[in-house]
């Protein structure tokens, strides 16, 4: 039960950290950054999601689907209707658009971000993505054989290289994507284990070469490879789950840190409203300061403070969403 709470902590830390990487590498445009960012950070989301897939727990594939729907699907619905209802009345004015508020709305049943019907949220992609992948892995997971399972995960990926390739990157929910980020959430299942033992078993010594060996291969791989996980290649996912293993390694150190874990249990929100939310205080503290808005996105120390700022304004946004509205998104029972 102790390695259970464990681990449990770890890795909303994880998530903790890998939701501020998100913020912030949104915020920035300073090149090294987002490259750095970009190499491992939605393959991160996808690994950890996969480690805690866990089919004993549902009674079959009817009650899988409704615990999805309530935990994915029904908040994507609420999130896009909240911020597509800030974006009409509110941010359109101020930003402009060159997509008019139909094809905007067309977003909520495409639920992919290619043809910009997210454009005004953008962000919200991962979360139809997440539940194609879900339900895929779902099927992947009915083959009891490991090595049959890895074949699956190679068909997505061949696939979805394919899909690319021909450029047919438009299909809807993010298919063509969640045939590439299922690799990362079949990898993050095969993990459990492994990770368990590095975090209870391994060594200081082992972590520590562990940690540096990681870090080393992605300062030196950086900008090399694709560095989004729609145009995943062979290289991009050693180099995503190094980065991966680097930040795993440092949530197992911190061991405890009540708002890493505060932000990595409330991820999904944060995820849903910092887009918005950025903006608006970079327009807000480019006009204070008389600084155009590119000054600011490209210096370290106004991207941190922006990012700092960015969570603590969507706390009472995490505050209404847990106090009102996650019980009335469990609608399937």
């Not at 770890?10 to 300073?30: A, E, N, P, Q």
């Not at 997210?118 to 099927?139: D, Y």
């Not at 505060?262 to 999904?268: C, P, Q, R, Y």
């Amino acid at each position: 039960m102790e390695a259970i709470k464990q681990r449990i902590g770890y890795i909303d830390i994880l998530k903790g950290i890998g939701i501020s990487f998100v913020v912030f590498g949104h915020i920035t445009h300073i090149a090294v950054m987002r490259e750095y960012i970009w190499d491992f950070h939605m393959p991160l989301f996808f690994w950890i999601s996969g480690m805690l897939f866990n089919r004993d727990k549902y009674a079959g594939f009817r009650s899988f689907v409704k615990h999805k729907i309530n935990t994915i699907v029904l908040p994507y619905i609420l999130f896009f209707l909240i911020t597509f209802l800030y974006f009409v009345f509110i941010e359109r004015h101020f930003r402009g658009g060159e997509f008019s508020i139909p094809h905007q709305l067309l977003g909520l049943i495409y639920g992919t971000y290619e043809g910009f019907h997210l454009n005004f949220n953008g962000a919200l992609w991962f979360l139809p993505c997440l539940f194609s992948v879900e339900l895929m892995f779902w099927g992947i997971s009915k083959c009891k054989d490991s090595w049959g399972v890895a074949g699956l995960l190679l068909i997505c990926f061949v696939l979805a290289t394919l899909i690319r390739a021909n450029n047919l990157n438009i299909l809807p929910w993010g298919i063509h994507t969640a045939l590439f980020a299922v690799t990362f959430y079949g990898i993050g299942f095969f993990s459990k284990g492994h990770v368990q033992q590095l975090s209870t078993r391994s060594g200081l010594t082992a972590k520590i070469f562990l940690l540096i060996g990681c870090l080393g291969v992605q300062l030196l791989c950086m900008g090399k490879y694709s560095s989004n996980i729609e145009n995943t290649t062979l290289p991009y996912i050693p180099l995503a789950l190094c980065g991966i293993a680097v930040y795993l390694i440092i949530s197992i150190f911190i061991r405890s840190n009540r708002l890493l874990a505060f932000l990595g249990k409330n991820s999904i929100v944060i995820l849903a409203f910092q887009e918005q939310t950025y903006r608006a205080l970079i327009y807000a503290v480019s006009k204070m300061l008389s600084l155009d808005s590119e000054i600011i996105r490209t210096n370290v120390f106004y991207c941190l403070v922006i990012t700092v700022l960015t969570l603590a304004v969507i706390y009472p946004l995490i505050y209404l969403y847990n106090k009102f509205a996650r019980k009335y998104l469990n609608v399937f029972k």
